[in-house]
């Protein structure tokens, strides 16, 4: 198994973090001094953009206890430096249990305290690997890390450019794919969750993407009975991880 930190590493300067979008850095988030300009700002902004990675303007208190270094000119980069695993190292884990591949894959969570709220209990119900998406998503920063009690420690993660293939990928393995929507037919709780199974959980906002969506063999819901429209992601997912538990487990 692959190492799994995940403390972070700041790029400072102006340059260095123009480098860093143009590279294949995994940079979480870019943090910039309120008020300032100019044509490198905005070609930072662009190129963040472009990969969907958060700009955020803080003052000058907020910038300095990022990073201290008055040689900054007002930008900081945030940097991933966990080593995340590939699609069979997740499954390897399967086979080293002697289990029947149990997989969550998260399109686009964005907040970074679901995530780590979701990686907690995917550890505990036995998950044997987490799905992120390269783009749009949060990534596994000291956040995630805190808000996972530790469990980031022990659960694979495997980084994706598309869900959409790798759903694709995983159903030529032989493993289910069960997408989570308001609106599907079937209640969660009407599937037979003891063959290789990966469960989908969409973003807070928007849910699951439609081409992600098409993807799913399976398409179940969580019924509602109260006025809200919709499920805390990191509750949505728990309740979904631990019926398959309960299907696979006599309690």
Request: include cysteine; aromatic fraction near 4%.
């Amino acid at each position: 198994m692959t190492d799994r930190k995940t403390s972070n590493e700041i790029i400072a300067g102006r340059n260095p973090v123009i480098a860093a979008l143009q590279s294949e850095t995994a940079i979480e988030k870019i943090y910039i001094l309120r008020g300032v300009q100019g044509a490198q700002i905005q070609k930072i902004r662009t190129l963040a953009r472009q990969k969907g990675i958060l700009c955020v303007e803080i003052d000058r208190h907020k910038f300095r206890e990022i990073v201290s270094d008055t040689t900054t000119q007002g930008v900081a980069a945030l940097v991933e430096s966990k080593t995340y695993v590939g699609i069979q190292d997740i499954l390897n884990v399967a086979t080293s249990k002697n289990e029947s591949p149990f997989i969550a894959i998260l399109d686009e969570i964005e907040d970074p305290h679901n995530l780590g709220a979701i990686i907690r209990t995917a550890e505990c119900a036995g998950v044997h690997g987490v799905i992120i998406s390269k783009h749009h998503s949060a990534s596994i920063t000291t956040a995630v890390a805190k808000s996972s009690s530790g469990a980031i420690e022990f659960m694979p993660v495997a980084k994706v450019t598309n869900i959409a293939n790798t759903i694709d990928e995983l159903k030529t393995l032989g493993i289910w794919v069960v997408g989570t929507i308001a609106e599907a037919e079937k209640n969660y709780t009407e599937i037979d969750y003891e063959s290789p199974i990966a469960i989908v959980i969409g973003s807070e906002g928007s849910g699951i993407r439609r081409l992600v969506k098409e993807k799913c063999d399976f398409l179940v819901k969580i019924p509602m009975f109260g006025k809200t429209e919709s499920m805390n992601a990191s509750v949505a997912a728990a309740l979904v991880m631990y019926e398959v538990v309960r299907k696979r487990k006599s309690w």
